[in-house]
């Protein structure tokens, strides 16, 4: 198989063809979705219901061993919505509010008495990669915007559910035959997991732009409630005079409760559904797509109209931290010895010798 980097996709899309399913072996060969690559921008068709989609799911019988745990590796029509939305498929409904936010913060000039803006983010802005896809200057040499992050949302990025393995990954396998379960998930983080770890690495990339202050919080409130403590943070840092600090998130509950703090301003950051309809997208948001699919389902098969399948692993046996740290997936052709293997194999081999890979 071939390992290759997210951002290196591309080179894989450029050569599927005009027209490819994209399937998730884990919901019965589910199609997901069809994507048209034919233009400049690509077309998502025929996009999985949410009826349909609950149809897929693998009815788990309770009286099976570790039946709630397999239950729960099982991605619900949800999560496909999440991907959309962290890959920019989906956009804010209220997308001119933010950039208008975005734009005063550009305009206010410290020098003639006007604030400093900051923006922060709660657990779900985070995994919906909303400074990835919206804040980050999309030129060089523009300024990266002024960021708080909270330590206590890395605090609730850092909790853990375990590994598959054992007598679970065995009870897994069982319920799935002919998946290849352990070839996937063999000592691999669960799914709820592996979603901590796509935000991980969006916090990754808001710490390498280098703009930005940790905050961390003093009050003692009850550990379970991390939104009461990531507002404490961010208002013991807005208090200060000239700073405005915009808080993004997509939780009602915590605007509400951010309302009337100093020098905070909530934004309230909605979407809307998946819908069963076309979706028109930049190749970029695609490519991040299917990295998003490939780790939340293990594994997306893309079947081309020739008759070649092209299987997308976002998790695998033995896949380490390196592999996270620099989201790989591993590719598999089939059959082997296709064109597109061969051309793919040659781009990354220019690529590691220009040490991209």
Same mark, same amino acid.
């Given at each position: 198989?071939?390992?290759?980097?997210?951002?290196?996709?591309?080179?894989?899309?450029?050569?599927?063809?005009?027209?490819?399913?994209?399937?998730?072996?884990?919901?019965?060969?589910?199609?997901?979705?069809?994507?048209?690559?034919?233009?400049?921008?690509?077309?998502?068709?025929?996009?999985?219901?949410?009826?349909?989609?609950?149809?897929?799911?693998?009815?788990?019988?309770?009286?099976?061993?570790?039946?709630?745990?397999?239950?729960?590796?099982?991605?619900?029509?949800?999560?496909?919505?999440?991907?959309?939305?962290?890959?920019?498929?989906?956009?804010?409904?209220?997308?001119?509010?933010?950039?208008?936010?975005?734009?005063?913060?550009?305009?206010?000039?410290?020098?003639?008495?006007?604030?400093?803006?900051?923006?922060?983010?709660?657990?779900?802005?985070?995994?919906?990669?909303?400074?990835?896809?919206?804040?980050?200057?999309?030129?060089?040499?523009?300024?990266?915007?002024?960021?708080?992050?909270?330590?206590?949302?890395?605090?609730?990025?850092?909790?853990?559910?375990?590994?598959?393995?054992?007598?679970?990954?065995?009870?897994?396998?069982?319920?799935?035959? &002919?998946?290849?379960?352990? %070839?996937?998930?063999?000592?691999?983080? !669960?799914?709820?997991?592996?979603?901590? #770890? *796509?935000?991980? +690495?969006?916090?990754?990339?808001?710490?390498?732009?280098?703009?930005?202050?940790?905050?961390?919080?003093?009050?003692?409130?009850?550990?379970?409630?991390?939104?009461?403590?990531?507002?404490?943070?961010?208002?013991?840092?807005?208090?200060?005079?000239?700073?405005?600090?915009?808080?993004?998130?997509?939780?009602?509950?915590?605007?509400?409760?951010?309302?009337?703090?100093?020098?905070?301003?909530?934004?309230?950051?909605?979407?809307?559904?998946?819908?069963?309809?076309?979706?028109?997208?930049?190749?970029?948001?695609?490519?991040?797509?299917?990295?998003?699919?490939?780790?939340?389902?293990?594994?997306?098969d893309l079947r081309l109209n020739n008759g070649?399948?092209?299987?997308?692993?976002?998790?695998?046996?033995?896949? &380490?931290?390196?592999?996270? %740290?620099?989201?790989?997936?591993?590719? !598999?052709?089939?059959?082997?010895?296709? #064109? *597109?293997?061969? +051309?793919?194999?040659?781009?990354?081999?220019?690529?590691?010798?220009?040490?991209?890979?």
């Amino acid at each position: 198989m071939i390992r290759i980097a997210e951002r290196h996709l591309m080179a894989l899309l450029n050569r599927l063809g005009d027209r490819v399913e994209v399937r998730a072996p884990l919901l019965q060969d589910a199609r997901l979705f069809t994507l048209d690559l034919s233009q400049a921008q690509a077309i998502i068709e025929q996009v999985i219901s949410d009826s349909e989609y609950g149809s897929k799911v693998p009815r788990i019988r309770k009286e099976e061993t570790y039946s709630q745990e397999i239950a729960s590796e099982i991605p619900l029509y949800t999560r496909l919505r999440d991907c959309f939305v962290a890959s920019g498929v989906i956009r804010p409904n209220n997308w001119e509010e933010i950039n208008q936010l975005l734009t005063d913060a550009r305009r206010s000039n410290p020098a003639r008495g006007g604030d400093i803006y900051y923006f922060a983010f709660d657990n779900n802005a985070v995994r919906n990669r909303v400074y990835s896809l919206y804040l980050k200057p999309r030129h060089r040499g523009h300024p990266e915007p002024n960021l708080v992050l909270s330590e206590i949302v890395r605090q609730e990025l850092d909790l853990r559910e375990g590994k598959i393995g054992g007598k679970f990954l065995k009870a897994f396998s069982s319920a799935f035959p &002919g998946v290849g379960i352990e %070839d996937m998930f063999s000592n691999q983080n !669960r799914l709820q997991d592996r979603l901590r #770890l *796509l935000a991980l +690495a969006e916090w990754s990339a808001m710490q390498r732009a280098g703009n930005f202050q940790s905050v961390g919080s003093k009050v003692r409130r009850r550990l379970e409630d991390w939104d009461g403590r990531i507002l404490d943070s961010c208002e013991r840092f807005a208090k200060h005079a000239g700073r405005k600090v915009v808080l993004l998130s997509s939780d009602n509950e915590l605007i509400q409760r951010s309302c009337g703090l100093r020098n905070l301003i909530p934004c309230l950051i909605s979407y809307p559904p998946l819908q069963a309809t076309e979706y028109e997208a930049e190749w970029e948001c695609v490519r991040r797509l299917l990295y998003h699919l490939a780790v939340v389902y293990g594994r997306i098969d893309l079947r081309l109209n020739n008759g070649t399948c092209v299987r997308l692993y976002g998790v695998w046996k033995q896949k &380490g931290s390196p592999d996270w %740290d620099k989201e790989r997936v591993k590719v !598999r052709v089939e059959p082997s010895g296709t #064109l *597109l293997e061969t +051309a793919l194999k040659r781009t990354l081999a220019v690529l590691e010798a220009v040490g991209e890979a």
